[in-house]
């Protein structure tokens, strides 16, 4: 997760000790959500393949949803200790980690989200 703000310099005419910093816009960076590789299917995961296959073409929509990221504490793993909402994501990318048949390690599921805009739940 990473947000931050666009700032434009404004030189004022006859003023040369500092320039004026106004702020832009806010850009928000892709969220990337990793795990171990699952077999089965699931909602979120006909969502991706349903988005990324067919592409943007007449006929298909891309179908933005919220999606809410829950950190929980490590102590508990019961307690959530912060929510975010990230608003009308829809999956951009998805990768498979490295396909190794000489070692017995976890495959991971990278997925890649674009959004509006994240706020605390």
Do not use: C
Not at 15 to 39: A, C, D, I, Q, W
């Amino acid at each position: 997760m990473e947000v931050s703000t666009e700032m434009e310099t404004i030189s004022e005419a006859g003023l040369n000790y500092y320039s004026h910093r106004v702020p832009k816009r806010t850009t928000y960076n892709n969220l990337v959500l990793k795990r171990g590789f699952v077999v089965e299917d699931s909602a979120m995961r006909d969502w991706v393949e349903q988005t990324l296959q067919s592409g943007i073409s007449v006929g298909n929509k891309i179908k933005p949803k919220n999606i809410l990221v829950t950190l929980f504490d490590p102590a508990t793993v019961l307690e959530p200790l912060k929510t975010w909402n990230f608003v009308n994501a829809y999956p951009v990318k998805w990768s498979l980690g490295a396909l190794n048949s000489m070692e017995s390690a976890i495959t991971v599921e990278n997925i890649e989200f674009a959004y509006s805009y994240w706020k605390f739940a």
